[in-house]
């Protein structure tokens, strides 16, 4: 008894240590497999609403430039425009048959659709009135997309043509010709390119400027159903009916990297504005996330309904995204991989003038004088600004106009946007080394009593912004009067 007691004891003394043996190769093993699974795997996305609206699939989603409005068209021919902030529907537009392609304008004051049957449709969004309707090609459509300035308009159909019009005229201004079908189009950021996909899987980059066919490109083995470029214009993205998402170089065409993930036909893709991130939706009823540095899956959202994701969009600001499916739902969500934003108001003190489109933005290190990047925002109205941040953490960002003093402030991003800020512009800094001194005065004196097209205007000396240099721009540099501004 006492033997088989010893035998039995040895027995668990060698299981215990083969255990502990094992147990930090399992505890590596374990860590790595954290470590590389992404944190937003699969399951449900973090929705912000869903509507169902439609009664059949979604076949085309469009942002407005300023994110507020959300367009959606439909195969039961209907293309609806929703409230982002609640996801409130606004208008419904009913003109004919399937709506197989819709853009809304950048403004969001129209909407354009092309219908199964072959049909361009304008419709102004403010009161729901169609603008104009005609035909548009002699075969099936299924693109169209504003110019980034939303002066034109291009459809492309199965006819192998782009067309560009300008509403309402049902004359088309410009015609580019392509060997085969166009399935879907996208515009370069600064307008000057249109890139086309086509029915037998190749992609044509085209200088709008004069409509020459700039480049090629070639890898795809079916249909291309997406086209989209990076924020920055450097990088294309495509989607196919081969399964798989591509993404090409445009300076030169190369084909960067190959993604695979969805198993069946990927229906939409879409950059993330910070132009890290792309969103895909396929017949496999999954919307991914992925880095488009490596082109890692950073996420999987399988639709509840099991149901095919045929549009997916990525909101202005990136804070969210958009997807349509067959079940008829358009759903709003969460980028939980969105980068930060920073925004608020500048206020440019002591000035009735025209106020400038943009602002340059110096991102530095904290306390640091020299910028690790250089950032050019769009000045809205009242001043407002907002661009994404380079990172999560601390920061400052500068900025110095022409007669005004710079302005530094710091900001911290770690947990969040930080979209409240408000910079305040000091005048009066006529010679521009950040101070208020006597030299701006003997620059002022220099072009006192001058205006535009006088031999000794200064635009910097004009500070109230009249056109002129007189005692009203004397007294905001006698108020600011050794002032220095931030380094």
């Known amino acids: 008894m006492a033997a088989a007691r010893g035998a039995i004891s040895r027995i668990e003394r060698s299981v215990c240590n083969m255990l502990w043996r094992n147990m930090a190769r399992f505890a590596l093993l374990l860590a790595f497999v954290i470590q590389i699974t992404p944190v937003y795997a699969q399951g449900t996305p973090d929705i912000v609403w869903m509507v169902k609206q439609h009664t059949s699939w979604v076949n085309a989603l469009s942002f407005t430039a300023d994110g507020s409005l959300l367009a959606s068209g439909s195969e039961d021919t209907t293309a609806k425009v929703y409230r982002v902030s609640d996801g409130a529907l606004l208008r419904n537009f009913s003109g004919g048959t399937a709506v197989r392609g819709l853009a809304i304008a950048p403004d969001g004051s129209t909407l354009t659709d092309v219908l199964f049957e072959r049909t361009v449709q304008f419709w102004n969004v403010n009161d729901g009135n169609l603008l104009a309707s005609f035909l548009g090609h002699s075969a099936y459509m299924y693109a169209v997309r504003y110019v980034p300035d939303g002066s034109l308009v291009a459809t492309g159909g199965t006819d192998g043509l782009i067309k560009f019009w300008q509403i309402p005229n049902n004359t088309p201004v410009r015609t580019i010709s392509s060997p085969e079908w166009i399935r ?18 190749g992609i044509r980059i085209w200088r709008m ?30 989607s196919s009916f081969d399964n798989t998402v591509r993404l090409w170089r445009v300076s030169d065409g190369a084909l960067l990297r190959t993604i695979t993930g969805h198993t069946n036909w990927v229906y939409g893709v879409g950059f993330c504005p910070d132009g890290q991130t792309l969103v ?24 509840e309904t099991s149901s095919a994701v045929y549009s997916v969009a990525f909101s202005p600001g990136g804070e969210t995204f958009a997807y349509g499916g067959s079940d008829g739902r358009v759903v709003l969500a969460r980028n939980p991989f969105a980068m930060p934003k920073v925004g608020g108001t500048v206020a440019f003190g002591d000035y009735g003038g025209v106020l400038p489109s943009s602002i340059t933005f110096d991102l530095r290190e904290p306390g640091g004088t020299t910028p690790f990047q250089t950032v050019n925002v769009a000045l809205g109205e009242g001043g407002t600004f ?25 900001v911290d991003t770690s947990g969040g946007s930080v979209t409240d800020l408000s910079i305040e512009l000091l005048n009066g800094d006529i010679d521009g080394d950040n101070e208020v001194t006597l030299f701006d005065f003997g620059a002022l004196v220099a072009a006192f009593g001058s205006v535009p097209g006088d031999s000794n205007w200064n635009p910097d000396a004009d500070l109230d912004g009249d056109e002129e240099v007189t005692l009203f721009d004397f007294g905001i540099l006698v108020k600011n009067f050794g002032t220095i501004g931030d380094e």
């Not at 879907?184 to 899987?201: E, H, M, R």
């Not at 291309?224 to 993205?237: E, Q």
């Not at 941040?389 to 710091?410: C, E, M, N, Q, Y």
């Open 209 to 238: 400027s004069d409509g020459v066919l700039v480049r090629t490109l070639t890898g795809h083995t079916s249909g291309i159903t997406a086209v989209d470029f990076s924020p920055d214009g450097s990088l294309l993205v495509s």
């Open 386 to 410: 907002r661009f994404t941040a380079p990172r999560r953490g601390a920061f400052d960002i500068s900025v110095k106009v022409s007669h005004w003093l710079r302005r530094t402030l710091a």
């Open 280 to 303: 895909s939706g396929g017949r496999d009823g999954t919307v991914r996330l992925w880095r488009v540095s490596d082109g890692a899956q950073l996420a999987m959202y399988n639709q």
């Open 184 to 201: 879907c189009i996208a515009f370069s950021p600064d307008g000057s390119l249109i890139a086309s996909g086509g029915q037998n899987g």
